[in-house]
């Protein structure tokens, strides 16, 4: 019998989010899957794997483990539950659920009648409505069970406590809760020298990938798109190289100062490749890459390939630049992906090795083994697994002897040079080997216009000389760069977080212009995503004219006015507003009113440099900028934008009051603005330069200017 190398591919991978509302996603699975991954290894001395680290990833890891980063998840578990304001509790009511509920709640009877207490299938807007339904302890639990169900097999393992609080179950103490907290944060600052550690010692293989992960071949030509689907309607056409380039070498030298060698593998971000992106692969030092039995099958065609064909790699050469390629096994890598874990671990671990004993009955060579490239996510499958996969794996990795050994794909290479060449290369991803799922839809074509224009306009303002601020911009657009915003949107996939990547999208493209000294433009602070329009774009249900005092001088004074509560408003990740607690706008036949409620009394020490800036997007180029810092009857001047960076002033009323709250009112006739005509706005909180805060989360503010005498007026 032939024998059979068999090089498994762990992908690791999250996109880099920012501030001011960074999902928790590579600190929980950092605590799980990165961690079980490795620390599993430590058992099978003699298991050989390759893992695929995405910098963006690593990156995030190492802020976390230096306490850089700004985690509105963690904020929320570390306030004692006592304390918890409403905004608090509405956050942890909807967001303190994102597991997987088969595999990561139900098991546990606590964590089971919590959500069931919550309601399964609950209205977002009911959530205000429930939270005097849970109690402190309630609350309580629920912080620790949230980050408690993220700590895996691994953590478990090393930190022998946290199986005490899991058969403990409920009834968790603060010090409960901290204990988790303070494991978590041991084992993220593990992770890293894990892996370099079992990279030293010659048992995993590191690879790389662009360094925020973006579709290279589309960078490069976006038109390629059309080489697997001529019809595919696609935005003006995205040329740039150098942003490929850039990407590559930026990985390969961050992985160099990481792990202290360069890579020598790469996996290309989904598998997607094109024949322009060998030699710019070759440049960079890269030995080897790797993508999709499909795009074997293509790159061969359908007279040459052969099924045993897929188990060995390939040169292939290009523009006078060679590199060697592997391609997946399509079946074995998506069995493990998406369908193992509804099976027995068991029998799920049997299955695979009769899948290989099969390949290996079928393939190879007297002296020299096949090679089956297994390539696939290594995070998040295992939620879908009962207890994190631990095992399917620990039989999986147990079963190699004999002919059927693993590798890592250099190690193999080393061996086994390539002895085929690969005549073409065709241009796909790993996903039905075209690019449709990140080009070509209405919402992912306006967000590459976004991006096209957000870089032009950046290359038109760089210095000719370095300027370290644009560094940092060019940085924003690399990371818009990434595919995983152009994944979320259109219709292929759905997911509660859709807005949020919108809106990190469209922060990565309005920082690119606030590190370059510009102002955004208006379109980057509309969302890309088609929704239905949230309540506070609907306009008010009556006139108001509210004294501006800086006080309530009556309970109805601001009735009928629009109302946006940060706490309450859907589509982001936040735990409410640092700053403002409640905004409220409407008009009469003369003036637009603004009512701000602050978090902290105007002159207290946390509004100290502060600015609250108004902008109006129609009629546009109109703002206001507001210092938040004293508490008093102030006056305003409101700007008008012209040409470039210049502004003029438009007028300076006085109808402006910070006192227990914040009113303002600005005269239409300053907006030179109609009855009948839409204002449409945003509010940003501003310190210096850097901006904190915008509202609404999504979308703009929205007012339908209405006559006094509109019988129909828009309900709210």
Not at 202 to 229: K, M, N, V
Not at 257 to 269: C, D, I, T
Request: glycine share 6%; aromatic share 12%; net charge negative.
């Amino acid at each position: 019998m032939s024998p059979l190398a068999v090089a498994f591919v762990w992908h690791m991978h999250q996109p880099y989010y920012t501030d001011p509302a960074l999902p928790p996603w590579a600190r929980l699975h950092s605590t799980r899957s990165y961690y079980d991954m490795a620390s599993l290894l430590e058992e099978f001395p003699d298991v050989r794997v390759t893992f695929n680290l995405v910098p963006s990833l690593l990156r995030q890891i190492e802020q976390y483990s230096h306490k850089e980063i700004h985690d509105p998840f963690r904020d929320v578990a570390e306030i004692p539950a006592a304390d918890l304001e409403i905004r608090h509790k509405i956050f942890l009511l909807h967001f303190y659920f994102y597991t997987n509920w088969d595999t990561m709640i139900d098991p546990y009877p606590r964590y089971r009648e919590l959500l069931n207490q919550r309601g399964r299938h609950h209205p977002e807007k009911e959530v205000e409505g429930r939270i005097r339904e849970f109690s402190v302890q309630d609350y309580r639990d629920l912080q620790v069970w949230f980050n408690l169900t993220w700590m895996g097999f691994g953590a478990r393992k090393k930190i022998p406590e946290l199986n005490d609080l899991f058969e403990k179950g409920a009834w968790f103490s603060e010090e409960d809760k901290r204990l988790v907290l303070e494991a978590q944060d041991n084992i993220l600052a593990e992770v890293i020298p894990l892996y370099r550690k079992l990279a030293q010692q010659g048992q995993i293989e590191l690879t790389t990938s662009p360094f925020y992960h973006p579709i290279l071949p589309l960078l490069i030509d976006s038109g390629c798109a059309r080489r697997a689907l001529p019809n595919l309607p696609l935005p003006a056409p995205f040329r740039h190289m150098e942003d490929a380039e850039a990407q590559i070498s930026k990985a390969v030298q961050y992985h160099q100062n990481l792990f202290g060698k360069p890579p020598r593998g790469f996996w290309p971000s989904e598998g997607s490749v094109s024949p322009e992106l060998i030699p710019i692969l070759a440049d960079a030092g890269l030995q080897w890459t790797a993508t999709d039995e499909e795009i074997l099958i293509h790159s061969l065609g359908a007279g040459r390939y052969r099924a045993e064909a897929l188990y060995q790699p390939y040169r292939i050469n290009l523009q006078g630049k060679e590199m060697n390629i592997i391609f997946r096994d399509k079946t074995l890598s998506n069995l493990i992906s998406f369908s193992y874990s509804r099976r027995s671990s068991r029998d799920a671990a049997a299955d695979l090795r009769n899948h290989l004993q099969g390949i290996e009955s079928r393939t190879g060579s007297a002296g020299r083994p096949a090679l089956c490239a297994i390539i696939l996510d290594g995070e998040n499958p295992w939620e879908y697994y009962p207890g994190g996969g631990e095992e399917f794996l620990r039989l999986t990795y147990g079963s190699f002897s004999g002919n059927l050994r693993t590798t890592t794909v250099s190690a193999y290479l080393d061996q086994y040079p390539a002895q085929e060449s690969l005549p073409q290369l065709y241009t796909g991803s790993w996903i039905n080997h075209n690019f449709d799922i990140w080009i070509g839809d209405k919402e992912e074509n306006t967000a590459w216009e976004l991006l096209s224009r957000a870089r032009q306009d950046l290359s038109a303002r760089q210095p000719a000389s370095g300027d370290g601020q644009f560094d940092e911009a060019w940085e924003a657009i690399y990371r818009a760069e990434g595919s995983d915003w152009f994944w979320w949107f259109g219709d292929d996939f759905d997911s509660e977080q859709k807005p949020e990547f919108d809106r990190i999208f469209r922060l990565h493209l309005q920082n690119a212009y606030r590190l370059s000294g510009a102002e955004v433009p208006a379109e980057f602070l509309t969302p890309v995503r088609q929704r239905e329009a949230a309540a506070w774009e609907r306009g008010q249900s009556g006139f108001i004219s509210p004294d501006i005092s800086g006080s309530l001088s009556h309970f109805y004074e601001w009735q009928g006015a629009v109302h946006f509560n940060p706490a309450t408003a859907s589509g982001t990740m936040v735990t409410g507003s640092l700053s403002v607690n409640e905004i409220h706008y409407g008009q009469d036949r003369e003036n637009f009113y603004l009512r701000f409620d602050p978090h902290f009394p105007f002159d207290s020490k946390h509004n100290q440099g502060l600015t609250l800036k108004l902008r109006f997007l129609s009629p546009a180029g109109y703002s206001v900028s507001i210092p938040l810092d004293s508490s008093e009857p102030k006056s305003y001047t409101l700007y008008r934008q012209k040409s470039g960076e210049q502004k003029e002033a438009v007028g300076t009323p006085s109808l402006l009051h910070l006192g227990e709250i914040g009113e303002m009112a600005i005269p239409l006739e300053f907006l030179q603005v109609r009855i009948g005509e839409t204002l449409r706005f945003v509010i940003q909180i501003r310190q210096g330069s850097a901006l904190l805060e915008t509202f609404p989360f999504q979308g703009v503010f929205s007012l339908l200017l209405q006559p006094e005498n509109e019988r129909i007026w828009w309900g709210v």
